[in-house]
């Protein structure tokens, strides 16, 4: 392979998230050394669909620049889930993003057993700042 890099971060589209996806990013190194997957929902079409586009992408990640890490991060106030108010509470909320952030890794470790799954999340406060956090 003539360029690779250490991981992959599969996020969804929103754009409220870039601030402190840069930030974190930034944090951690990982600028010049990431593909970035932006999808509505992030992982709810893992979560929900044999071989969503989501996995293919990941698979191609893998295959183009050998990445040895995976990072999936969900967010709350998410419109691909319905939007905050969707949900009965924000308990609700979090553990159905917490539920499909694990069905997602348990997919992609069945299909790269040698790659390091991360989870994450992203709560968007009321004010409009965004916390983010490793599950």
Request: glycine share 8%; hydrophobic share 30%.
């Amino acid at each position: 392979m003539s360029h690779t890099c250490s991981s992959v971060l599969v996020r969804c589209i929103d754009f409220r998230l870039g601030k402190e996806i840069s930030n974190y990013l930034n944090t951690e190194n990982l600028y010049g050394d990431i593909d970035i997957i932006s999808i509505a929902g992030s992982t709810k079409s893992i979560s929900q669909e044999n071989n969503s586009y989501a996995e293919s992408q990941v698979d191609l990640s893998k295959k183009l620049h050998n990445i040895n890490k995976v990072i999936l991060m969900n967010h709350t106030d998410c419109g691909g889930y319905g939007g905050k108010d969707a949900f009965d509470s924000k308990e609700d909320e979090l553990n159905q993003h917490k539920q499909d952030l694990n069905i997602a890794k348990n997919k992609l470790q069945t299909r790269h057993p040698d790659i390091e799954i991360t989870l994450m999340i992203a709560d968007i406060q009321e004010g409009g700042g965004v916390q983010i956090a490793t599950l």
